[in-house]
């Protein structure tokens, strides 16, 4: 930490204040990883602290253009190349992974708009960007085992990374939020066989000033699998805005009209396609289930998933029984109104993961008052409590008659939906901000609710 900065700082109102990653929030794509940094901006701002963001558009000032220019770059569609093109492109500008020091400018957008954006960006009070920093560190890490720092000229109390990034700013504390260690328990899951992701979070846990996770699960596997001490990880529980919900009516004709299933009559699944999410033995005990219901599957691929499209094709002439309703079908990434209508219509929601760090869908499920079936796995159980069916995520059996068992007991929904309300208050913005308010405390940095954050941009000094 710089010796110059005092942790309290946050320009004339006195708050502290705090440069959050947005590293990933121009991806039109995103997962639950991909919404926390909303969380955590309005735990942040709830707990009293200004809130910037930090983005990684492809931008650099321009000499003697009015600052909107960078503004152009940053939130402007930027034409797709090849891999091929991109990859020899981002190792010229690294210097071939030797170039690892960035800066981070202001990004005025007085006159944009803003509220446009889809996804929208989390709540802040102003934007920076360093240029393409997240394939910039990818390479930079990839070729030298380094981190890529950035330097920023602007009074800020700590840098929050929402996730493992090969990435620090220099002069200030850094803040890890590590989710799981999905990459390091089960490496079968991932696509890597250079040790990177082990390299990456074993860094992470020497040079983290403060390690912030979303269960006590992963905690113990901090300490367990990384050695990292208790007094560097603090408990920092998510919480969820509830969707704003469709009127019932309308939510019905979306699913019926746009997606053609019969409110009511489908279970469904949210989330990417890849390993840990057990789509493979879910289909499976769907199939065996025989409930006469649909199973529908929203979100993205993700990565090793040839085995769950290939059981999907197989079953592409299997229908629900006196019906042309395809028995399984995946549907992709969907807007978020569509997973809303979705959710609302279905009989309920099934999320059978091998591992969980958190499990933000089973919370959004229950807020939304859906029955969930879930698993054991990971820090599932955390969320869920005593509001969700679980199940061995391993056992298609033990799956197989959970989802015959919750599809056929109606009075069972019922009982989950009144539970699932109550477990998912637990998770609230007032004890998320609670809790955020006492990790940063462990470094000395005070968050007071009653502080006004609002500092103007002129106010902030930055690198000419």
Known sequence: MRPDIDATCGGRSGAARILLDGTLQLRSEQTAIGSYPRAVADALQAAGARVD???????????????????????????????????????????????????????????????????????????????DVRDHSHVVFTRRRVFTEIAIEHRVSAMHWAGPAPIAVRGVPNIYTLHDLVPLRFPHFDVETSGRAAQLHAMIARRADLVITTSERSREDLVSILGLPDERISVVYQHSVPPPALLQEEAERLVSDIYGTEPGQYVFFCGAMEPKKNLYRLIEAFTLANTGQQLLLAGPLGWLYDDVQGLIARLGKTFV???????????????????????????????????????????????????????????????????????????????????????????????????????????????????????????????DPAATHAVPLSDVITRS
Not at 67 to 80: D, E, H, L, N, T
Not at 101 to 122: D, K
């Open 53 to 131: 963001l930090l983005l990684s558009g492809p931008a650099r000032p321009l000499k003697d253009v009015p600052g909107i220019a960078m503004a152009s770059q940053v939130f402007g569609r930027v034409p797709k190349r090849s891999p091929r093109v991109q990859a020899l492109a981002m190792l010229w500008r690294t210097g071939f992974g030797y170039r690892r020091r960035l800066t981070a400018y202001p990004v005025p957008v007085e006159g944009m708009a803003l509220e446009t954006l889809e996804p929208r960006l989390p709540p802040h009070d102003a934007l920076f960007n360093a240029n």
């Open 321 to 447: 029984p006196g019906t042309d309703k395809p028995l399984v079908q995946h549907l992709g990434y969907l807007p978020r109104r569509h997973i809303i209508a979705l959710m609302q219509c279905c009989s309920f929601f099934a999320f059978p993961s091998v591992y969980e760090g958190f499990g933000l869908p089973v919370l959004e499920a229950m807020q939304m008052g859906v029955p969930v079936l879930t698993s054991t796995g990971g820090s599932l159980p955390e969320v869920a409590g005593d509001a969700a069916v679980l199940v061995n995520p391993l056992d298609v059996s033990a799956m197989t008659r959970g989802i015959r068992d919750l599809g056929s007991d109606r009075e069972k929904r019922t009982e989950l939906v009144a539970r699932g309300k109550c477990q998912a208050a637990k998770f609230s913005l007032a004890a998320h901000a609670d809790q955020m308010a006492a990790a940063y405390r462990r470094l000395g940095i005070v968050l």
